[in-house]
C-alpha cells in the first residue's frame, strides 16, 4: 500500500493506493488563505502540517488495516511557496504563495542583477516564483531576511516536519528559479542574485528516489512500520503527471485546479521564456517539461460562487451539458493577475458586455469561457514552442463538469479526454513516486494512463463561434490594460 498527501493551495488531500495501482480510499482538508494587502497571498505552514496529520488521521482511523500496510509515501505540493525557516527550523513568517503578485519590480531587479537567468532557469522572472519573493523580503523585512536559515517549498516543509530531513526535488525546485533546469542541480550564480548561498537550499533529489523515513512518531500514530519511505515528490503539475502517466515525449494535459495549466512532458530542456512558457524538470530523471499557466481556472468559478452566496454545482446545473453558443458577455480570467501569456502580476479581471437583459447563467457561462480561453493562450504558446497539440486529457476539479470539459472542446478545436481520477491527480501521483522509491520499480510499469470516462469533440457550428468570440476577447486584454 503507498499513500499520496497533495498539499494544495485550497487543501491537503490523502491517498491510498494500492499495489494493483488502484485508489483504496482518499481524506481531504481543507485550508484557508491571507490576503492583507493587494496582491498578497500568504498561508501559515503549520497549516499545512495540521492538514496533512489530520488527513492520514482520518485514513488510519477509517482504514486502519490499510494505513498499517503503506510501505511508501509521496508528496505533492503547490510551487514557489517560500517558507523562510530560521536557525531553529520554524516559520520566520506566513509563507508566501504562487499567486502573490506583490514583488514585480523585484522581478525586474532580478534579471538585471543576472543576465543569464533565462538560460540558466529556463523562465522569466515573474512575482509568482521563489527568488523574487526573497528579493522583496530582504527590501521590506531586512531584519526576517537576516534571520534566514533555509528557504523550503510548502511540501518540503511538510516532509521536513514528517521525517526531519530538509529534501526537494527537481520538479519543484524549478520553479525557484535557483535552479539550473538543463543540469538539474542548485545555481550559485541564480542564488547569489538574491543575496542567498547554496547553504540556504535544501538538498536535492529525483521525484522517484528515496529522499527520507517517515519518524518513528509517525509511523506509530498511524500504525506503519518503521522504515516507512518517503519520496522525493514533485511539484503539483508533475505529480498530476505521474498520475496521468504523462511520462513519454508530448503527452498532454489541461489542468483545470485553482489555477490552470497545459503540461506537456519533453526529452529535454526546452525554454521558451519570450512566450512565458515554462521549462521545468519532470519528476523523473531524464525529463523535463513546458507548462503554459494562467492563475485563475477553477478559482474563477469559485470566486463567482462566492460572490453570489450559491454552490458552484447550482450555478452550473441550469445550464446543462453544453450550450449551443457563446455567452454575450465576456469575462478575463486574470483575478490574481496573470502569467502565459503575458506575465502580468497586476492584470485584472473583467466582465465585459453586461446588458439589462443578461441573467446569471450568461454571466456562470461566460466564467467558464474566459478560463478556456486563457486555456486556448496556452496552447498556442506550448504549440508555437514545440510543435501542435492534437488532444489533451482534462484533470483539476473543473473536470468534474461536461459542460466545461465540451465547452474547452470547442475553444480549443481540440479533443478533450475526461480521465478516471481526474481529480486527485496529484495525490495518486505522489504515491506512485513513493511506490518507485520503496520498490524501484520501472516507472513504465507503475505510472499507467487512466481510464478515460469521456471524450469531448469539438463541434463544428460551436467551434466556429467559438474561434470568432476568442478573436473578440483576444482584444479585451491589451485595451483594459490602459485603463485597469
Same mark, same amino acid.
Not at 132 to 153: G, M, N, Q, S, T
Given at each position: 500500500?503507498?499513500?499520496?498527501?497533495?498539499?494544495?493551495?485550497?487543501?491537503?488531500?490523502?491517498?491510498?493506493?494500492?499495489?494493483?495501482?488502484?485508489? !483504496?480510499?482518499?481524506?481531504?482538508?481543507? $485550508?484557508?488563505?491571507?490576503?492583507?494587502?493587494?496582491?498578497?497571498?500568504?498561508?501559515?505552514?503549520?497549516?499545512? =502540517?495540521?492538514?496533512?496529520?489530520?488527513?492520514?488521521?482520518?485514513?488510519?482511523?477509517?482504514? &486502519?488495516? /490499510?494505513?498499517?500496510?503503506?510501505?511508501?509515501? +509521496?508528496?505533492?505540493?503547490?510551487?514557489?511557496?517560500?517558507?523562510? $525557516? +530560521?536557525?531553529?527550523?520554524?516559520?520566520?513568517?506566513?509563507? *508566501?504563495?504562487?499567486?502573490?503578485?506583490?514583488?514585480?519590480?523585484?522581478? *525586474?531587479?532580478?534579471?538585471?542583477?543576472?543576465?543569464?537567468?533565462?538560460? =540558466?532557469?529556463?523562465? $522569466?522572472?515573474?512575482?509568482?516564483?521563489?527568488?523574487?519573493?526573497?528579493?522583496?523580503?530582504?527590501?521590506?523585512?531586512?531584519? *526576517?531576511?537576516?534571520?534566514?536559515?533555509?528557504?523550503?517549498?510548502?511540501?518540503?516543509?511538510?516532509?521536513?516536519?514528517?521525517?526531519?530531513?530538509?529534501?526537494?526535488?527537481?520538479?519543484?525546485?524549478?520553479?525557484?528559479?535557483?535552479?539550473?533546469?538543463?543540469?538539474?542541480?542548485?545555481?550559485?550564480?541564480?542564488?547569489?542574485?538574491?543575496?542567498?548561498?547554496?547553504?540556504?537550499?535544501?538538498?536535492?533529489?529525483?521525484?522517484?528516489?528515496?529522499?527520507?523515513?517517515?519518524?518513528?512518531?509517525?509511523?506509530?500514530?498511524?500504525?506503519?512500520?518503521?522504515?516507512?519511505?518517503?519520496?522525493?515528490?514533485?511539484?503539483?503539475?508533475?505529480?498530476?503527471? =505521474?498520475?496521468?502517466?504523462?511520462?513519454? &515525449?508530448?503527452?498532454?494535459?489541461?489542468?483545470?485546479?485553482?489555477?490552470?495549466?497545459?503540461?506537456?512532458?519533453?526529452?529535454?530542456?526546452? &525554454?521558451?521564456?519570450?512566450?512565458?512558457?515554462?521549462?521545468?524538470?519532470?519528476?523523473?530523471?531524464?525529463?523535463?517539461?513546458?507548462? +503554459?499557466?494562467?492563475?485563475?481556472?477553477?478559482?474563477?468559478?469559485?470566486?463567482?460562487?462566492?460572490?453570489?452566496?450559491?454552490?458552484?454545482?447550482?450555478?452550473?446545473?441550469?445550464?446543462?451539458?453544453? !450550450?449551443?453558443?457563446?455567452?454575450?458577455?465576456?469575462?478575463? &480570467?486574470?483575478?490574481?493577475?496573470?502569467?502565459?501569456?503575458?506575465?502580468?502580476?497586476?492584470?485584472?479581471?473583467?466582465?465585459?458586455?453586461?446588458?439589462?437583459?443578461?441573467?446569471?447563467?450568461?454571466?456562470?457561462?461566460?466564467?467558464? /469561457?474566459?478560463?478556456?480561453?486563457?486555456?486556448?493562450?496556452?496552447?498556442?504558446?506550448?504549440?508555437?514552442?514545440?510543435?501542435?497539440?492534437?488532444?489533451?486529457? @482534462?484533470?483539476?476539479?473543473?473536470?468534474?463538469?461536461?459542460?466545461?470539459?465540451? *465547452?474547452?472542446?470547442?475553444? @480549443?478545436?481540440?479533443?478533450?479526454?475526461?480521465?478516471?481520477?481526474?481529480?486527485?491527480?496529484?495525490?495518486?501521483?505522489?504515491?506512485?513516486?513513493?511506490?518507485?522509491?520503496?520498490?524501484?520499480?520501472?516507472?513504465?510499469?507503475?505510472?499507467?494512463?487512466?481510464?478515460?470516462?469521456?471524450?469531448?469533440?469539438?463541434?463544428?457550428?460551436?467551434?466556429?463561434?467559438?474561434? /470568432?468570440?476568442?478573436?473578440?476577447?483576444?482584444?479585451?486584454?491589451?485595451?483594459?490594460?490602459?485603463?485597469?
Amino acid at each position: 500500500m503507498y499513500l499520496g498527501l497533495d498539499i494544495g493551495t485550497s487543501g491537503v488531500k490523502a491517498v491510498l493506493v494500492s499495489e494493483a495501482g488502484a485508489v !483504496v480510499a482518499t481524506a481531504a482538508r481543507e $485550508l484557508s488563505l491571507s490576503h492583507p494587502a493587494p496582491l498578497w497571498s500568504e498561508q501559515d505552514p503549520d497549516a499545512w =502540517i495540521d492538514a496533512a496529520i489530520g488527513a492520514v488521521d482520518d485514513l488510519a482511523r477509517l482504514h &486502519p488495516r /490499510e494505513t498499517a500496510r503503506v510501505a511508501g509515501i +509521496g508528496l505533492s505540493g503547490q510551487m514557489h511557496g517560500a517558507t523562510l $525557516l +530560521g536557525a531553529d527550523g520554524r516559520p520566520l513568517r506566513p509563507a *508566501i504563495l504562487w499567486n502573490d503578485g506583490r514583488s514585480q519590480a523585484e522581478c *525586474i531587479e532580478l534579471e538585471r542583477r543576472c543576465p543569464s537567468l533565462h538560460a =540558466i532557469a529556463g523562465n $522569466l522572472a515573474m512575482p509568482g516564483f521563489t527568488a523574487p519573493k526573497l528579493l522583496w523580503v530582504a527590501r521590506h523585512e531586512p531584519k *526576517i531576511f537576516a534571520r534566514i536559515a533555509k528557504v523550503l517549498l510548502p511540501k518540503a516543509y511538510v516532509r521536513y516536519r514528517l521525517t526531519g530531513e530538509m529534501v526537494e526535488d527537481m520538479s519543484d525546485a524549478s520553479g525557484t528559479l535557483w535552479l539550473d533546469v538543463g543540469l538539474r542541480r542548485w545555481s550559485a550564480l541564480l542564488l547569489h542574485a538574491t543575496g542567498l548561498d547554496l547553504h540556504h537550499m535544501p538538498r536535492l533529489v529525483e521525484g522517484r528516489a528515496a529522499s527520507a523515513v517517515l519518524a518513528p512518531e509517525y509511523a506509530q500514530r498511524w500504525g506503519m512500520a518503521k522504515d516507512v519511505v518517503v519520496a522525493g515528490g514533485a511539484g503539483d503539475n508533475a505529480a498530476s503527471a =505521474i498520475g496521468l502517466g504523462a511520462i513519454a &515525449p508530448g503527452d498532454t494535459f489541461l489542468s483545470l485546479g485553482t489555477s490552470g495549466v497545459v503540461f506537456r512532458v519533453t526529452d529535454r530542456f526546452a &525554454p521558451a521564456p519570450e512566450a512565458a512558457v515554462h521549462a521545468f524538470c519532470h519528476a523523473l530523471p531524464g525529463l523535463w517539461h513546458q507548462m +503554459g499557466v494562467m492563475l485563475s481556472a477553477a478559482a474563477s468559478l469559485a470566486w463567482l460562487a462566492g460572490v453570489m452566496e450559491v454552490p458552484a454545482a447550482a450555478l452550473l446545473a441550469p445550464l446543462g451539458e453544453r !450550450v449551443d453558443e457563446p455567452s454575450p458577455v465576456k469575462f478575463l &480570467p486574470y483575478l490574481d493577475g496573470e502569467r502565459t501569456p503575458h506575465n502580468d502580476a497586476a492584470a485584472s479581471g473583467a466582465f465585459v458586455g453586461l446588458r439589462a437583459a443578461n441573467g446569471r447563467s450568461q454571466i456562470v457561462q461566460a466564467v467558464l /469561457e474566459g478560463v478556456a480561453f486563457a486555456a486556448r493562450d496556452n496552447l498556442a504558446a506550448l504549440s508555437a514552442a514545440s510543435g501542435p497539440i492534437t488532444e489533451v486529457d @482534462l484533470v483539476g476539479g473543473g473536470s468534474r463538469s461536461p459542460l466545461w470539459a465540451q *465547452i474547452c472542446a470547442d475553444v @480549443l478545436g481540440i479533443t478533450v479526454h475526461r480521465v478516471e481520477e481526474g481529480e486527485v491527480g496529484a495525490a495518486l501521483g505522489a504515491a506512485r513516486l513513493g511506490r518507485l522509491a520503496a520498490t524501484g520499480e520501472d516507472p513504465a510499469q507503475v505510472c499507467a494512463r487512466p481510464r478515460r470516462l469521456a471524450s469531448f469533440t469539438p463541434r463544428a457550428s460551436a467551434a466556429s463561434a467559438y474561434d /470568432e468570440a476568442y478573436r473578440s476577447w483576444r482584444k479585451l486584454y491589451p485595451a483594459l490594460k490602459e485603463t485597469l
